[in-house]
C-alpha cells in the first residue's frame, strides 16, 4: 500500500487561491501517475487533473483549466495542485490518487483507473 497524505485544504473566500500538496510514500515516485479527483456532498467523485510521471503530461476536467495547474517534484514525493480563482462550486473535499504506470491512460478519470488514494483535505469556498 501506498501511503498518500493530503494537505492544504482550508476555508477561503471565491477568488482566492489555494495550493494543496499530496506526499507520497513507499515507492519510486516518479513511477506513479498522480491524479487528484474531487467529492461534494451528495455527489460522486470526480476527476480533476493527472499528470504523468515525469510530469511532462498533464490533462484538467474543463471546469478548472485555466484556473488549475498540477505539477510534481520527484525529488520530494509530492504532487501540487495549485488553484487559483476559486469558485463556490469547488468546494469538495480533493483526493489525491497515484497509479501503478508512469502514465495515465484509458479511463483514467474513472476512480477505478487508480490503485491508491488518500484520505482528502476539504476546500470550502465561501462567498
Known amino acids: 500500500q501506498v501511503p498518500l497524505v493530503e494537505s492544504g485544504g482550508g476555508l477561503v473566500q471565491a477568488g482566492a487561491s489555494l495550493r494543496l500538496s499530496c506526499a507520497a510514500s513507499?515507492?519510486?515516485?516518479?513511477?506513479?501517475?498522480m491524479g487528484w479527483f474531487r467529492q461534494a456532498p451528495g455527489k460522486e467523485r470526480e476527476f480533476v487533473a493527472a499528470?504523468?510521471?515525469?510530469?511532462?503530461?498533464?490533462d484538467y476536467i474543463d471546469s478548472v483549466k485555466g484556473r488549475f495547474a498540477v505539477s510534481r517534484d520527484n525529488a520530494k514525493n509530492t504532487v501540487y495542485l495549485q488553484m487559483n480563482s476559486l469558485k463556490l462550486e469547488d468546494t469538495a473535499v480533493y483526493y489525491c490518487?497515484?497509479?501503478?504506470?508512469?502514465?495515465?491512460?484509458?479511463?483514467?478519470?474513472?476512480?477505478?483507473?487508480?490503485?491508491?488514494w488518500g484520505q482528502g483535505t476539504q476546500v470550502t469556498v465561501s462567498s
Open positions: 490518487a497515484a497509479r501503478d504506470q508512469p502514465y495515465y491512460f484509458g479511463n483514467y478519470k474513472e476512480t477505478y483507473a487508480w490503485n491508491y
Open positions: 513507499g515507492r519510486t515516485f516518479s513511477t506513479s501517475a
Open positions: 499528470i504523468s510521471g515525469s510530469g511532462g503530461k498533464t
